[in-house]
């Protein structure tokens, strides 16, 4: 069973190929059309156009004169002689619209999207090392003691060179050349983690530089996960992995690697507010954390705000038959809150729910958020395939917060950055973690 | 991964039910308060004849049906208790965990771990309300102030046939949109309806529902077949068992404790 990385990992490769492909079709190399290809494109381009005239949460398409778009972009898709051409006036369209999830992938961009699954995870394998990209360099952020990766002596702070034998620095060139919606570092920290993926017992070879600036040629031998698998509908199983501790000071500490399950995770969430119910304050640790199931994120704010009539945010929608209807997501406080100070964790691979949690704790004045600007990735959208064999990403939502602001390609700015670096790393420190104990320490000499 | 579509299904869930749960007729007559025309009257009434015959004395009644959010690959399973004009409602949903909604007579409530609990006020406890009370349909003035008649139209079926239906207009005492029902003028039955189900700060969810697969059950013509369209989401509900005069469990619509706190406080 494949995980929940691996789906994201395609999300946002093709994201990511998005703006690849737009750039391939502007190079015009691909192949004259045959009738029957010219006729798919049009078809494809009438698909895309009902459906976001049908679908579009704003029945005003936010401002875009629809049919005058579809009046002079569809003769040039019935000109067009190559599917690139016909590609970009679909892209043209789409771009009308000024906002992400909206895009075109060409058909050839799942053939690599299936070539870069399969450099990444496709098991349950598990090296136990977080990447994230610090200026040119991709760096091991966390490594799990007693991990895979630890056992095989990375340590943070190591710059990683070549997985499987490829170039990082190709990635992250690539990465940052294509003009996709999600941020490079985000698409970086996922693709070449997805890297390390593989079925428990497989053999990763990786070089990295190490603290001593030495290149160390490293196998790691993937184990299984931590957590228990969880899944929801056609999710595919996923590993949920809780860390719930005391730190120095009485600090309470909790990880959630992804939000599904939520039987046991709040479950377990309860258990940690009522252990930790007279510490100097909590942690919420979302770093790299996908996002999953939406309510997971009232399910927690609820043991932490006592204010009730509060939302977490809006999702607005559009009915066939009633038009456009707002969907509030209300905050229903539990009936023993913890009211001390909270810290949020977050960075560039926290995404969605992640991001959703620590705006809407923010928002409402519950909480300080500590690191890196999150990913931007918060509405609601599917793909479907074109008749030309095209992919179609549309969002069917948008999503604001509880303080009137959107998240989508804007992220969750903190309140503290805490940028990463590889001296901190080396020498043991976590920059939002130490931030963040200060904060609640200096809070409670006081 | 976001699960939008699934809380909102989860929601409307209610919807589903509150269609095709069946109405029970005492008398073929309608309290006077009320505004409705003759012609709407005379549609209510045959509908309330083809639906329930002569089946009186319905006091209580269970009802297990299963949920499908097709697109999600999720199937829910839903049981409802309703009795002396109080309501208990379970939903399971794998990977999810169980979500109950009640109405105790007093009280209507919602609570769940994702969500926690909820106390309802405004169209949100009308609407539960109504759907605690199996006579429904005997009062509509108790939920609306007036029904009136709306036209016929062609309506697609859930069977996917197309069928003449009187259209009636029923104007919920709490305010917002009228809901329309769609009646065939073949079998006199609920074939449709378009309408609003009321979420929690004071949101309210559009929806369109189509029911079928008629069948009937201890002399009673249930709807076993749903399906709800509400935004981008689509939801069918297959009926999976209905039973009436049953042995009520003590403590069935008793509050769970922190909704017993919070409607004291």
């Known amino acids: ?446 | 991964m976001n699960l939008t579509r699934k809380t909102l299904g989860a929601l409307l869930i209610g919807a589903g039910m509150l269609v095709a749960a069946p109405q029970m007729l005492e008398t073929p007559a309608f309290a006077a308060d009320g505004e409705i025309d003759a012609k709407s009257k005379a549609v209510l009434d045959r509908a309330i004849e083809a639906q329930f015959g002569g089946k009186k004395n319905i006091k209580s009644m269970k009802r297990a049906e299963k949920v499908t959010i097709a697109s999600q690959g999720i199937t829910m399973d839903v049981e409802m208790i309703i009795a002396d004009g109080r309501m208990a409602s379970t939903t399971t949903i794998p990977g999810l965990g169980e979500m109950k909604t009640g109405y105790d007579g007093n009280v209507g409530w919602s609570f769940n771990q994702m969500m926690g609990p909820s106390v309802m006020e405004g169209a949100e406890l009308s609407q539960s309300k109504r759907q605690s009370d199996i006579y429904a349909d005997l009062h509509w003035d108790r939920y609306y102030t007036s029904v009136s008649y709306a036209g016929e139209e062609d309506v697609e079926t859930f069977e996917g046939d197309t069928v003449k239906a009187d259209v009636l207009e029923f104007a919920p005492n709490h305010g917002g949109a009228a809901e329309r029902r769609f009646y065939s003028q073949d079998t006199g039955l609920l074939v449709k309806s378009t309408g609003e189900i009321a979420g929690q700060g004071g949101a309210m969810f559009p929806m369109t529902v189509t029911v079928g697969d008629y069948r009937k059950i201890d002399g009673i013509m249930v709807a076993f077949q749903s399906k709800v369209r509400a935004g981008p989401n689509e939801i069918e509900s297959s009926v999976q068992s209905v039973e009436y005069n049953i042995n009520v469990p003590a403590g069935t619509f008793a509050l769970p404790a922190e909704v017993a706190d919070l409607a004291g406080s």
């Open chain 1, 1 to 446: 069973m494949k995980r929940a990385s691996s789906v994201s990992r395609a999300v946002m490769i093709a994201g990511a190929i998005l703006g690849a492909g737009a750039l391939t079709g502007c190079a015009g190399t691909s192949p004259a059309l045959t009738d029957q290809e010219r006729a798919q494109n049009v078809e494809s381009f009438d698909v895309v156009w009902e459906t976001v005239r049908e679908r579009h949460w704003d029945p005003d398409l936010n401002g875009v004169d629809w049919d005058g778009a579809r009046d002079e972009l569809r003769p040039r898709v019935e000109a067009a002689t190559t599917n690139n051409e016909a590609r970009r006036q679909m892209q043209a369209l789409l771009q009308r619209l000024d906002q992400s999830h909206f895009g075109i992938i060409p058909e050839e961009t799942y053939e690599r999207i299936e070539e870069e699954e399969a450099e990444g995870s496709s098991g349950e394998g598990w090296a136990g090392l977080d990447l994230r990209l610090v200026d040119d360099d991709v760096l091991v952020w966390r490594v799990r003691e007693s991990g895979p990766a630890y056992e095989a002596g990375v340590r943070p702070g190591w710059i990683v060179r070549s997985i499987k034998g490829r170039e990082v620095a190709s990635l992250v060139e690539a990465m940052r050349a294509v003009d996709g919606i999600e941020p490079a570092s985000t698409r970086v920290a996922l693709i070449a983690g997805s890297r390390f993926g593989g079925e428990p017992g497989d053999s990763i070879d990786a070089e990295f530089i190490d603290g001593e600036d030495e290149t160390r040629q490293v196998s790691i031998v993937l184990a299984e996960a931590p957590g228990e698998m969880a899944s929801i509908g056609e999710l595919p199983a996923a590993p949920v992995d809780v860390v719930a501790r005391t730190l120095d000071g009485g600090i309470g500490y909790f990880y959630l690697s992804i939000f599904l399950d939520p039987p046991r995770v709040l479950g377990e969430f309860q258990q940690f507010i009522e252990d930790h119910r007279d510490a100097p304050g909590l942690i919420i640790d979302l770093r790299g954390n996908p996002g999953g199931i939406i309510l997971m994120s009232t399910g927690i704010m609820n043991w932490l705000v006592q204010e009730r009539g509060l939302r977490l945010g809006t999702m607005k929608m559009r009915d066939p038959v009633r038009g456009p209807f707002e969907f509030p997501i209300m905050i229903n406080p539990r009936g023993t809150t913890f009211d001390g100070p909270v810290a949020v964790l977050i960075d560039e691979a926290s995404i969605s729910n992640s991001e959703i949690l620590s705006a809407g704790l923010q928002d409402v004045g519950r909480a300080r958020v500590f690191g890196a600007r999150t990913a931007g990735l918060v509405l609601p959208s599917t793909v479907i395939r074109l008749p030309n064999g095209d992919g179609f990403q549309y969002a069917f939502a948008s999503y604001t917060s509880s303080g009137g602001g959107a998240l989508e390609a804007i992220g969750v700015t903190p309140d503290v950055e805490t940028p990463l670096t590889r001296e901190a790393l080396l020498s043991g420190g976590d920059p939002a973690l130490d931030a963040a104990m200060e904060w609640i320490s200096g809070l409670d000499s006081n």
